[in-house]
């Protein structure tokens, strides 16, 4: 091509430009009838944006992240494989070698999440059918938001479990401090230590004591120091019972209630518009390629006669 300078070029492209013309036409009808329905089946894409809802942060993830991995996960891709048999959608022979492989190709191709700059999330769902790609893309958040609840009853069930069996050992050690007060206030009449102390204090130099008033002297200077401490921790376990129980509850509440897990911004749309082919992009590379290719072939035959006549 080092002899092939650019004037002579344009003179071999002026010299037969009616053949390239006729080259060009024809390979416009061939790429045209090539890139038709007959041969490339048209495929539409639908699109829908969503922002993440009601997630708790975890390490240096962030909600969007967490949703991302909820929406590619093989729990979803199994469910949406269920729900719309897309084994048959895609054409592949479950009994083949590499049916998996292949099946996983085609989801990845025609199925794909990705985060925006907004922090929310566009999913993009192709597929020859219009009405069936917006279908799969409204699937997709509903299979992600049921995955979503289901990993959070999960993980709810294991705190209110764990929730119970700290109210039931808290429970136990209450009830066991309040036999022991009982048991004080029984034996020995003492209902409150301070205030009967002081009481007491009084009546021992005024006069003689009764029965009781001694029994509870007795009490006051045997168990007293216990009685105050017991009454201290009763007070101390019957407020970390209530924040427990707070916690339980809020939990049962979650466990129970149904969240969504993402807001709507953009709702799938019903493409009305092919995706693919692009046609007229098929016929300009096409039609491109075919001329280059026959410029070169010409170029080095005229050349290939130049060299014989010179001889």
């Known amino acids: 091509m080092e002899n092939f300078n650019t004037q002579y070029i344009i003179n071999i492209i002026q010299l037969h430009l009616k053949r390239f013309t006729i080259i060009a036409i024809i390979a416009i009808i061939i790429s045209s009838f090539l890139s038709s329905p007959l041969f490339i089946k048209p495929t539409y894409k639908s699109t829908a944006v969503i922002y993440p809802t009601n997630l708790t942060r975890f390490s240096e993830e962030s909600p969007t992240e967490q949703l991302l991995q909820f929406i590619n ?11 719309f048999n897309l084994f048959k959608v ?44 917006q279908q799969m893309a409204n699937a997709i958040i509903d299979e992600t938001s049921k995955l979503v609840e289901r990993s959070k009853r ?3 069930e294991e705190y209110l479990v764990s929730y119970q069996n700290q109210l039931t050992i808290m429970k136990a050690e209450i009830d066991s401090i ?20 002081k009481i007491m204090s009084k009546r021992v130099g005024e006069k003689a004591l009764s029965e009781d008033e001694k029994l509870l002297l007795k009490g006051l200077k045997e168990i007293g120091g216990d009685y105050t401490i017991l009454q201290e921790e009763l007070k101390g376990n019957l407020k970390n019972y209530k924040m427990l129980k707070l916690d339980y509850d809020k939990n049962r509440m979650n466990y129970n209630g149904k969240l969504s897990y ?16 692009q046609r007229a992009i098929i016929v300009l590379f096409f039609t491109l390629s075919v001329l280059l290719f026959s410029l070169i072939i010409i170029l080095f035959t005229n050349k290939k006669q130049n060299n014989v006549a010179k001889n």
């Open 73 to 83: 996960s093989e729990e979803v891709k199994i469910a949406m494989t269920k729900r």
């Open 262 to 277: 993402s807001t709507i911004i953009s709702k799938a749309n019903l493409p009305d518009k092919k995706h693919a082919p």
């Open 90 to 133: 895609y054409d592949i022979d479950t009994l083949s070698v590499r049916a998996h492989s292949k099946f996983d190709l085609y989801y990845s191709e025609n199925i794909k999440a990705t985060s925006t700059l907004y922090e929310s999330i566009e999913i993009d769902v192709i597929d020859e059918s219009p009405k069936l790609a």
């Open 178 to 197: 309040e036999n022991k007060l009982r048991s004080y206030r029984v034996n020995y009449g003492i209902l409150d230590f301070k205030s009967q102390s």
């Open 154 to 156: 999960s993980k709810n």
